[in-house]
């Protein structure tokens, strides 16, 4: 049999009884603030006021209780001469001026209004609560992104807050096709979660899908919108991301406009963005703000260091250990020389390399910003000629694991780079067990299991596989603008006409 939904308890008409029953259940705390006030003697109207020091803003809530109170003492001769059932309606209008209000008639909904922000007034003889948004609070101040910088573009970047953060949507995208849903996720926590997209642009079928797995998650807390990411993703074991994270209004504003779907999480800036592809971790928001030569070459860059990041020390280690006939004579007396008397195979040479650096970036993240970076640069000099004037590892070796470290930090997406770096140590295993072709039975293996992933049911790698052509326009080459005329084929199914702009002409001759 199913389990009945428990009925919630129903708030009292005495109004000491609910405000003790509001003290219980927080248990006693002290930032819970229980205020009772008497309107005027010998009225029996009392008014109880009740919210959360931190969640409110005071000048709002010493306001509202100041003019509540003045106004219900200038009406109380109406309100003591009024029929019953009209008293509270009465109540209603006399308060409206405090702001927007809403009814409270149970003591679930009366906690989760007071934990976010939200002012109760209970009433003497009544068993309806008003509910006053005061909200307030501290709150970090709109400020540029710290992990999508740009040269060239707006230094925006969201907030904690999600009203903030939706708010700066709607500054971008001023029509009504923008729709908005919100939802409670976590039992205890109760984190508000907003889905938001262009009705006009995005797919019914991935917007009912994204609400569709939102609604399925139980779970006792969201602290940050990495949780809703892993609950929700199709692909549970695979290291590459399957949904797109970002902190800029401006790359949210860009992905609904092509057909995607945002997912707003209270308490943190980063924004997901739903279905992700792989050749969207490659592209930054700042291609779109500087010509299309010089962001078709940027662009070209980073997928060099993508190769040049997965591939650099597997390739040493396999052409030093099994094919050294590849290398040129005088290369190879070269690093002949330099390995002479080096203790240790290339492949435990790379690996402790490799792991140094992995050190040395984890303790630059970690430390203050104002030694993290010095850390992390003299650290890693220190560390490098002090090993090979050790003879502990080549010369050789040190500038492929610093070309590498570099390599990585040319990729605009931080999870994309974790992923590659992840990976990066298991074509290391297969060079020093296969040499070259271990290499290439490696990346046959992580292009299948890339062919394989799905992003909400769109295939990870378009538009390369399956190979679409007219979307190639905007993947490793960026057309100019007048000639990205379509949105992706494989995200939205309506509206696919993006612009409809002439190429740019030549001026008159005169």
């Not at 109004?15 to 005027?40: C, H, P, W, Y």
């Not at 240790?344 to 690996?351: G, L, R």
């Not at 905007?474 to 084929?489: E, K, V």
Request: hydrophobic share 45%.
């Amino acid at each position: 049999m199913e389990k009945r939904a428990e009925q919630p308890e129903l708030l009292g008409s005495d109004l000491q009884s609910n405000m003790d029953k509001v003290k219980a259940a927080f248990g006693n705390s002290s930032d819970i603030v229980t205020e009772r006030i008497s309107i005027a003697p010998g009225s029996h109207l009392e008014i109880g006021y009740i919210y959360t020091e931190g969640l409110v803003s005071s000048a709002l809530v010493q306001n509202m209780m100041l003019e509540s109170c003045e106004s219900l003492r200038r009406w109380i001769d109406v309100f003591t001469e009024a029929d019953e059932p009209n008293k509270l309606d009465l109540i209603r209008g006399i308060l409206a001026p405090a702001g927007k209000m809403k009814d409270i008639i149970d003591f679930q909904s009366l906690y989760t209004s007071v934990m976010t922000g939200v002012t109760v007034l209970l009433i003497d003889g009544f068993s309806t609560g008003l509910a006053v948004c005061t909200q307030g609070g501290e709150d970090r101040s709109v400020e540029e992104p710290e992990t999508q910088s740009v040269v060239r573009g707006p230094r925006v970047g969201f907030t904690e807050n999600l009203n903030t953060n939706i708010a700066l949507i709607r500054r971008r995208i001023k029509s009504t096709d923008l729709w908005l849903e919100s939802m409670e996720i976590g039992k205890v926590t109760k984190t508000k979660v907003a889905l938001m997209y262009v009705n006009s642009i995005a797919s019914d079928k991935i917007v009912e899908e994204v609400r569709l797995r939102l609604s399925r998650i139980d779970i006792d807390g969201i602290l940050e919108s990495s949780y809703i990411e892993e609950l929700i993703q199709d692909e549970t074991f695979t290291v590459f991301p399957t949904l797109y994270n970002s902190e800029r209004p401006d790359v949210v504003v860009s992905g609904l406009l092509e057909g995607r779907v945002a997912i707003f999480v209270d308490g943190t800036p980063f924004v997901l963005l739903a279905p992700a592809l792989f050749v969207q971790f490659y592209q930054s928001a700042e291609d779109y703000y500087q010509r299309f030569e010089f962001a078709t070459l940027i662009r070209l860059l980073r997928y060099i260091c993508f190769f040049i990041s997965l591939l650099a020390p597997s390739l040493y280690i396999a052409i030093t250990t099994f094919h050294q006939e590849l290398l040129p004579s005088q290369l190879l007396l070269s690093l002949a020389a330099q390995r002479e008397g080096i203790p240790f195979p290339a492949f435990i040479e790379a690996v402790v390399m490799e792991l140094t650096f992995e050190i040395l970036r984890e303790a630059g993240v970690r430390l203050p910003k104002t030694v993290g970076q010095a850390v992390s640069i003299v650290g890693a000099l220190v560390i490098g000629q002090a090993a090979v004037e050790a003879g502990l590892v080549s010369p050789a070796m040190v500038i492929v694991v610093a070309v590498t470290a570099i390599s990585n930090f040319v990729i605009p997406s931080f999870n994309m780079g974790i992923s590659i770096r992840i990976i990066r140590f298991i074509m290391m295993l297969f060079a020093a067990t296969f040499g070259l072709f271990g290499i290439t039975v490696g990346l046959i293996a992580m292009v299948q299991h890339l062919c394989s992933l799905r992003s909400f049911g769109v295939p990870y790698m378009s538009p390369m596989a399956p190979l679409n052509m007219p979307d190639q326009k905007d993947t490793i080459l960026r057309l100019p603008l007048w000639g990205l005329f379509s949105r992706p084929r494989f995200i939205g199914d309506k509206n696919k006409t993006r612009e409809a702009n002439p190429p740019t002409t030549k001026p008159n001759k005169k």
